[in-house]
């Protein structure tokens, strides 16, 4: 059973950072794009970031470049997304995302919420 799991949102102020970690299960994120997604209220659900990690190529939205960063962790099955000078834009579900050309599967999502 494949099972992406995040954590690591929460409150924070504008300006200010947090890290979210997606833990993979039953596929190797090597063999996977992986991304982060967002929703927030009333908006559709928007790509924020992806990679690949065999590739090392990264892509960012506008909105978040130079900001975000997504990253393998310490060669471990988990993936990170380093969110810093958070704005209280950023408020919104984010989901992690694995796919390759046949199939994709989503974590269950992590609120975070931006104060202003």
């Known amino acids: 059973e494949v099972q992406l799991v995040e954590s690591g949102g929460g409150l924070v102020q504008a300006g200010g950072s947090l890290r979210l970690s997606c833990a993979v299960s039953g596929i190797t994120v090597n063999d996977y794009n992986i991304g982060w997604f967002r929703q927030a209220p009333g908006k559709e659900r928007e790509g924020v970031t992806c990679a690949s990690m065999r590739l090392h190529t990264t892509l960012y939205t506008d909105s978040v470049k130079g900001r975000f960063t997504i990253s393998r962790v310490d060669d471990m099955n988990k993936v990170a997304l380093q969110m810093n000078n958070l704005k209280p834009e950023d408020t919104a579900i984010y989901y992690c995302?694995?796919?390759?050309?046949?199939?994709?599967?989503w974590g269950q999502g992590t609120q975070v919420t931006v104060s202003s």
């Open positions: 995302n694995a796919r390759d050309g046949y199939e994709a599967f």
